[in-house]
T-cell receptor, first 114, second 110 residues
Framework: DAGVIQSPRHEVTEMGQEVTLRCKPI?????LFWYRQTMMRGLELLIY????????DSGMPEDRFSAKMPNASFSTLKIQPSEPRDSAVYFC????????????FGSGTRLTVV | GQSLEQPSEVTAVEGAIVQINCTYQ??????LSWYQQHDGGAPTFLSY????GLEETGRFSSFLSRSDSYGYLLLQELQMKDSASYFC???????????FGSGTRLLVRP
């Protein structure tokens, strides 16, 4: 298994531009999570899906953030318009039957907004 | 609310044993997990405690006391490659949201 695959690994964009982060979960996993990691705020849960359905998006910071999961093998996190304070590492993780048996994280996307 | 508290940094010598503590405050409790993250890498799952007691996986062990709202990760026979950040995490309720502590940075010295 190739694990959770995220793209791109690095993204540098200008303030005001749209950014789309992509994630392919492990086949068969029914939960998908998007996290953001910064030095100041640590690992923050943004949103999670169960069987492609968004369950809780209370961690999404603003309306500028949106996430979709059109099918079991693909999810996107979009920021429009981006701002410098969105600079962070964004991780996607997937798991089977929730968190008890461990999440598998992707390698992350390091986003820099200048 | 919910919070998990860990020491920010721990330093230990190669070959030694180190314990990383985690205390938590939650409205409900659905198990405590531990993750390891090397600089520039992704968090990787180490262990899970759903019940009180010790869980052992090779050189790593994790302990939980629900009555004390406390757990720890024990690393034995420390190796240089164990230098990383370690996070405790738990589910806050019957949903599957996993909330992470702020992490403990472990530095293993020769």
């Amino acid at each position: 298994d190739a694990g959770v695959i995220q793209s791109p690994r690095h993204e540098v964009t200008e303030m005001g531009q749209e950014v789309t982060l992509r994630c392919k979960p492990i086949s068969g996993h029914d939960y998908l999570f998007w996290y953001r990691q910064t030095m100041m705020r640590g690992l923050e849960l943004l949103i999670y899906f169960n069987n492609n359905v968004p369950i809780d998006d209370s961690g999404m910071p603003e309306d500028r953030f949106s996430a979709k999961m059109p099918n079991a093998s693909f999810s996107t996190l979009k920021i429009q318009p981006s701002e410098p304070r969105d600079s962070a590492v964004y991780f996607c993780a997937s798991s089977l039957r929730g968190g008890n048996y461990g999440y598998t994280f992707g390698s992350g996307t390091r986003l820099t907004v200048v | 609310g919910q919070s998990l508290e860990q020491p920010s940094e721990v330093t230990a010598v190669e070959g030694a044993i180190v314990q990383i503590n985690c205390t938590y405050q939650t409205s409900g409790f659905y198990g405590l997990s531990w993750y390891q993250q090397h600089d520039g890498g992704a968090p990787t799952f180490l262990s899970y405690n759903g019940l009180d007691g010790l869980e052992e996986t090779g050189r790593f062990s994790s302990f939980l006391s629900r009555s004390d709202s406390y757990g720890y990760l024990l690393l034995q026979e420390l190796q240089m490659k164990d230098s990383a950040s370690y996070f405790c995490a738990n589910r806050m309720d019957s949903s599957y949201k996993l909330i992470f502590g702020s992490g403990t940075r472990l530095l293993v010295r020769p």
